[in-house]
């Protein structure tokens, strides 16, 4: 994991929805439905006139791992 120290603050790298969809091998809707309400997952709203305000979202690294050892484990009980 990519964290640094810049002076007190702490920084990491962050991913889009499609990036981070490459990376965690799913498609980018799976991948939309998994991160879309994740509390640690960022939202950023660009707010528009007449129209509804459109959304960025912003997946840090450290979810990233989280997700990928989620999703890759041996020890997953069969549905």
């Not at 640690?40 to 660009?46: D, H, Q, R, S, T």
């Not at 979202?57 to 990233?64: K, N």
């Amino acid at each position: 994991m990519t964290t640094t120290v810049d002076g007190n603050r702490l920084i990491e790298k962050n991913y889009s929805i499609a990036e981070a969809a490459e990376m965690l091998g799913l498609k980018y809707h799976m991948a939309y439905r998994l991160l879309r309400r994740h509390p640690k997952a960022l939202v950023i709203f660009e707010p528009k006139r007449f129209k509804r305000p459109k959304r960025f979202y912003r997946i840090p690294e450290s979810l990233l791992v989280e997700l990928y050892k989620m999703l890759t484990s041996v020890n997953r009980t069969p549905a």
